[in-house]
């Protein structure tokens, strides 16, 4: 893997609270993968070869159904940032049954959902930047 890579993450500033926290949460997964020299904001003004863009496209809890169901849906761009080319794209779904008819229960397919999308978006950026590292292929 290139463990001399510095991995950007577009900062949570100005968005939404959940977009926000699934950038917090990303980075935190990254960084702690240890794939990577360094995982921070695009803010913080330091000089980056990747960059993720992270976005939500479906947050939403299903209560027309019987369980209810929460949907997830994050979209993942990873970019060269030197270049300025799209290396990769890909969506994310996840989707978990509400297990009570309250606002915990909510609360906690929101948190199956998100941590399932995690579970994948991680690895294939760790992938799609170890095949993009010079000398890769």
Avoid: C
């Avoid at 803010?43 to 027309?64: E, K, M, P, Q, S």
């Avoid at 009570?100 to 948190?111: E, L, R, Y």
């Amino acid at each position: 893997m290139s463990m001399y890579r510095i991995f950007f993450i577009a900062p949570p500033r100005h968005l939404p609270a959940n977009v926000a926290l699934l950038v917090r949460l990303a980075e935190r997964r990254l960084e702690a993968g240890g794939r990577f020299s360094s995982v921070a904001s695009l803010t913080t003004g330091v000089r980056a070869d990747l960059l993720l863009n992270l976005g939500v496209i479906d947050f939403y809890h299903d209560v027309a159904i019987k369980p209810a169901v929460v949907r997830v849906q994050i979209s993942g761009e990873l970019i060269d940032w030197r270049s300025r080319s799209l290396l990769a794209r890909r969506t994310f779904d996840a989707s978990a049954a509400v297990q009570t008819d309250d606002a915990k229960g909510a609360a906690d397919a929101f948190n199956h959902a998100v941590t399932e999308a995690l579970n994948v978006l991680v690895p294939w950026v760790e992938i799609e930047a170890a095949s993009a590292a010079p000398g890769s292929g």
